[in-house]
């Protein structure tokens, strides 16, 4: 299972993140944005199929759609196969 790269890499690094309950789609959330480049350096080395979505809460400037979320004023991540 090539997803078991990102989950070592993952851990030699000591990255903090949640795991989804039973009834969740998501491999990892709630990941810290300042690891996103991390994130994708392994996915494109290791070609996986791993799609990141964008988290984190509306601010005064940012209203957003509850299921969408701009990079830019993203808090954290989470990993999605393809």
Do not use: Q, W
Not at 13 to 34: A, G, H, Q, R
Not at 52 to 74: Q, V
């Amino acid at each position: 299972m090539k997803n078991e790269i990102l989950y070592e890499s993952m851990f030699k690094n000591k990255i903090s993140c949640n795991y989804p309950f039973k009834n969740e789609v998501s491999l990892l959330k709630k990941i810290d944005i300042k690891h996103l480049d991390f994130f994708k350096d392994i996915i494109k080395k290791n070609k996986l199929k791993i799609r990141i979505r964008y988290r984190g809460p509306s601010t005064s400037s940012y209203s957003r759609n509850p299921s969408y979320m701009l990079m830019n004023n993203a808090t954290s991540f989470a990993l999605y196969e393809r």
